[in-house]
């Protein structure tokens, strides 16, 4: 496997001598110290006709043999960026972001930093002066925000919601659909948001648990963690079902834990009438014509 250096001098030589490559920025972990052995390398290149460049992608050969390539050019027919993401045989990934050089000029200029210069950044190469003017980045961006009273009642209604769906599914013995709203939606959209508002209450909303709760473990007492990781289940429906409550424990305890902190009302009629429907579904026999 090549170290970080040899990757980034490949790339970084056949940039300079390359035309259509005006710079080149390293970003995100391998930019920010916060990088380790499977990190991907995360590469911007601002391209003087970005159109033209796009038409042949043989030069991602240059940088080793391909097992796999994801293209994406829909940003790139307003002439702002495209990308490139390939998983290379020494098992590198690289993923290429290609700006054109107007588009990456007004990212330049304006008053805040956005997010994946904000992580980290490192400029590598600029031929013409592009980068001049870049802001240091600070990673506020992507520093967890402490919630309005709005946004707090409407993730907590949110997740209670969604209990039903999954208590619903269970009872009909619809794993798939369990799974979609118990892991997807619910899990990504309501779940992830309480607890990182649970830890960055902890650390006076100074902290940042990267994406998709990847350093949650990191920063949660290793009790909370257990009870976490029993959010998540396999197939058994029994098991679903203790995930379910597991959920809804959850959400009731940090959920008013928030809410105290930030002196906010949690929703606990609702908590109350949704946590006695779970029940009653759980409780129901399979083959009842009527809900009593």
Excluded at 77 to 97: S, T, W
Excluded at 157 to 176: E, G, H, T, V
Excluded at 254 to 266: D, H, N, P, V
Aim: net charge negative; with cysteine; aromatic share 14%.
């Amino acid at each position: 496997m090549r170290q970080e250096t040899e990757i980034l001098h490949e790339v970084t030589t056949w940039a300079q001598n390359n035309e259509a490559i005006r710079a080149m920025l390293l970003t995100s972990s391998r930019a920010n110290g916060k990088a380790d052995l499977l990190s991907d390398y995360d590469i911007e290149f601002v391209i003087n006709d970005l159109p033209q460049f796009l038409t042949d992608d043989s030069w991602l050969k240059t940088f080793g043999n391909i097992i796999s390539v994801v293209v994406e050019n829909e940003d790139a027919f307003d002439g702002e960026n495209a990308m490139r993401m390939v998983y290379y045989e020494d098992y590198i990934k690289i993923d290429f972001k290609l700006y054109a050089i107007d588009k990456f000029t007004e990212q330049v200029n304006k008053q805040e930093l956005q997010e994946d210069w904000d992580v980290g950044y490192k400029i590598l190469l600029d031929k013409d002066g592009l980068t001049i003017g870049m802001k240091p980045f600070t990673g506020k961006t992507v520093t967890i925000a402490k919630p309005t009273e709005e946004e707090f009642l409407f993730i907590i209604n949110d997740a209670w919601f969604c209990m039903p769906y999954i208590a619903k599914s269970l009872w009909r013995d619809q794993l798939f659909y369990a799974k979609q709203v118990g892991d997807s939606i619910m899990r990504f959209e309501d779940f992830q948001k309480i607890i990182e508002w649970y830890i960055g209450m902890q650390h006076d909303w100074k902290i940042n648990t990267n994406k998709s709760g990847r350093l949650f473990k990191q920063y949660l007492d290793p009790a909370l963690w257990k009870r976490i990781e029993a959010t998540f289940a396999g197939a058994d429906i029994e098991e679903n079902w203790k995930a379910l409550f597991a959920y809804a424990d959850l959400t009731r305890e940090m959920g008013i834990a928030i809410a105290e902190k930030l002196q906010y009302t949690y929703p606990q009629a609702l908590d109350e009438k949704i946590t006695a429907y779970l029940w009653k579904i759980k409780h129901l026999d399979r083959n009842a014509t009527d809900i009593k």
